[in-house]
């Protein structure tokens, strides 16, 4: 398979707090798949945000692990880094020219994340796509009718439309926005830029070849500059950086394995040291013991003395009750004003009213108090005396460990005087080797800035040839819409033919939206959502595989979210999951389909193998039946279990805990 012409993602790198987090990607089928929410659907949301997304929505165990997050991957041959700030979506981007290993040797270019946020001087991460793909740049009439009509540069996520399906999408009426005539207008240009048929194609296409060779004319004299600067201040060549961090790293090597083996030295074979430690360590162990029981007597000190003021508070209180029943118990033959009324009252009738407990039950009462405020006091003392003897101890074992630690000290000291002068000049060498491998390192990043402004002069060559040789072609063949329309419905009614769903009749694409057909009936008055899912995924699965017949501006990347989408996956499925959906009337909610529309897409990537051509389909679902698991093992590429059976990653962030 030819891997230099097209668009390959290679590696998504989520960059952690703890660890960082990979999924990998190959060419053909890669297939995601496993419980809800354990982050399949993100996988191609980061793609998507990555490649230039306007935002992005993410989960909380993505938002608390993350810091940013890398998409490696490879354009035409040639290796790229982008990395996006996954929590500020308005930052600029950075792109290293380079593979994910080779990021800390080379300078980021900077790109603006949005169209509208770039001028002359600062492309976006659009134009940067656009143009390493080779594709044309042009703007986009909002009104193609219209000669005065307002015009609009066409971005990279124009073209992504055409290339992901999200889980809400698959099988909707709103699909590429459909319902919002701005938006179907400019679908229909970007379909028609897809495949060389725009009204000012030919115009567009030598516009940009024009730019295009100004801006090549530009870098070869950016490169010249930085080069005769280089040459002049006898900077070193990237070889000689090269071998020139390759000795330093191997002096560290050396000096590390020095440094450690002097450590060791100066510890080994010391029998009083390795005593001395021990004794340290049981002095240790016996005064966290001592400590532990004096903490215990305070603790128990404070709670009986607590106590024991209750008690006494207690016995005060019988003993005023006492002296209460005494006077207020006693016939008292007086009268009184009522405060309220004035009436006259008698202070005997009064005293009746009051419930007094009976004499001999508060001095019985009071008596148990006592008793059990001598016991709490026994046990005061026993504590304090506890606590007495954990602090004589303690102060024994604090002497006991003083007199160790100045043991050690000095047999240290007698031991490892002889190394120290040895390892500080081996520490000092070290850090002078890690100020000398910096400087280095950033002389090699200078360098490569500067090579990489010779490779991005010779990639504009090679775009411009590519263009000179499409205007060429589009000058003596341009392909007509009708015959694109003609190529697409042949396609798309043989996709859909291998799903074999019922009444296969008028499928198609049409006229005048560009949309599926289906039975003479245009895509979104389709009333079946699985006849839907079905059409939307072979609709781009048809533009995709148009790159196979002629030269197509879009890339050979195919993402689709929820593949099962209101189709039947097993036979519980098809009998009781689609009522008052048309799907099992319309033959859809079947198994077998499920299991059709993988072999489909397979077929599709396995035609462009055997092509030699570059084709990349993802797909994401839910658990999927085990035989179509069984037959696709090979395409797997992530599978996650909330709860880690078989030994399989909780999901994307395999370490988080809620």
């Known amino acids: ?165 999200d889980q809400d999408d698959v099988g909707s009426t709103k699909m590429l926005n459909i319902g919002n005539p701005v938006v179907e207008v400019k679908n229909r240009e970007v379909f028609k830029y897809i495949f060389n048929v725009l009204d000012s194609g030919i115009s567009e296409l030598e516009a940009d070849i024009a730019n295009k060779s100004k801006e090549k ?226 002389f090699l990043r200078v360098r490569n800035k500067q090579e990489l402004v010779a490779d991005q002069a010779s990639r504009l060559e090679a775009t411009i040839i590519k263009l000179k040789k499409s205007l060429s072609e589009l000058k003596d063949n341009a392909p007509s819409l009708e015959e694109v329309l003609k190529d697409l419905s042949t396609d798309i009614d043989k996709f859909i033919r291998k799903v074999k769903i019922n009444n296969h009749v008028g499928v198609g694409i049409d006229g005048k939206t560009f949309l599926p057909r289906v039975r003479d009936t245009e895509y979104r008055s389709i009333n079946s959502g699985g006849l839907r899912t079905v059409a939307s995924i072979g609709y781009l699965a048809t533009i995709l595989r148009q790159k196979l017949r002629k030269e197509t501006n879009i890339p050979g990347l195919l993402m689709i979210d929820t593949v099962g989408k209101f189709l039947g996956k097993t036979p519980e499925d098809s009998e009781g999951s689609f009522e008052g959906d048309s799907s099992d009337v319309e033959g859809v909610a079947d198994p077998e389909k499920y299991k059709n529309l993988f072999d489909a897409l397979i077929d599709i990537a396995e035609e462009f193998d055997a092509e030699g051509k570059l084709c990349q389909i993802i797909l994401v679902d839910n658990d999927i039946p085990p035989s179509v698991a069984y037959e696709n093992v090979g395409f797997e590429v992530a599978h996650y279990r909330s709860n880690g059976v078989n030994d399989l990653p909780v999901g994307l962030i395999d370490d988080w805990k809620n």
């Open 1 to 165: 398979m030819d891997l230099s012409s097209g668009l390959l993602l290679k590696n998504l790198i989520l960059n952690g707090h703890r660890k960082d987090y990979w999924v990998p990607f190959h060419p053909g089928v890669n297939i995601i798949y496993g419980d809800a929410d354990t982050g399949k659907s993100s996988i191609l949301r980061l793609v998507y945000y990555l490649l230039g997304g306007k935002q992005i929505k993410l989960d909380k165990e993505i938002t608390s692990s993350v810091k940013c997050a890398v998409l490696e991957i490879s354009i035409n041959g040639n290796p790229y880094c982008i990395s996006r700030d996954i929590f500020n979506s308005g930052r600029d981007v950075d792109v290293y020219s380079c593979a994910y290993s080779d990021i800390s040797r080379s300078f980021p270019d900077k790109y603006k994340s949005s169209v509208s946020q770039s001028d002359e001087e600062n492309k976006s991460l659009s134009e940067f796509l656009i143009e390493a793909l080779g594709f044309p740049a042009v703007m986009l009439k909002q009104a193609p009718s219209k000669d005065s009509s307002d015009v609009a540069r066409l971005s990279f996520l124009d073209l992504f439309k055409f290339m992901y399906l």
């Open 217 to 442: 004319t530009d870098l070869s004299n950016q490169y010249s500059v930085i080069s005769r600067f280089l040459n002049d201040t006898d900077f070193k060549s990237l070889d000689d950086l090269d071998r020139d961090l390759n000795n330093v790293d191997e002096a560290r090597k050396g000096l590390e394995k020095l440094l450690l083996d002097l450590n060791s030295r100066i510890t080994s074979d010391n029998q009083l040291y390795d005593s001395l430690s021990d004794a340290l360590n049981t002095i240790n162990l016996k005064i966290t013991e001592n400590e532990q029981a004096k903490n215990e007597a305070l603790r128990n000190i404070d709670r009986f003395a607590r106590l024991s003021n209750d008690y006494e508070n207690d016995i005060n209180k019988i003993d005023a009750g006492l002296s209460a029943k005494q006077v207020v118990g006693a016939e008292i033959e007086e009268t009184t004003s009522c405060p309220v009324c004035e009436t006259v009252v008698e202070i005997s009738e009064i005293s009746k009213k009051f419930d007094m407990s009976s004499e001999t039950r508060l001095k019985s009462e009071k008596t148990s108090i006592k008793r059990r405020l001598k016991d709490l006091k026994g046990l005061i003392d026993e504590n304090i005396n506890s606590l007495d003897a954990a602090n004589s101890t303690l102060d024994e074992l604090y002497a006991e460990r003083n007199k160790a630690r100045r043991m050690i000290d000095e047999e240290l000291a007698k031991s490892v005087s002889p190394y120290l002068a040895e390892r500080d000049a081996i520490v000092e060498e070290l850090a002078q080797l890690d100020e000398r491998r910096e400087k280095l390192v950033h």
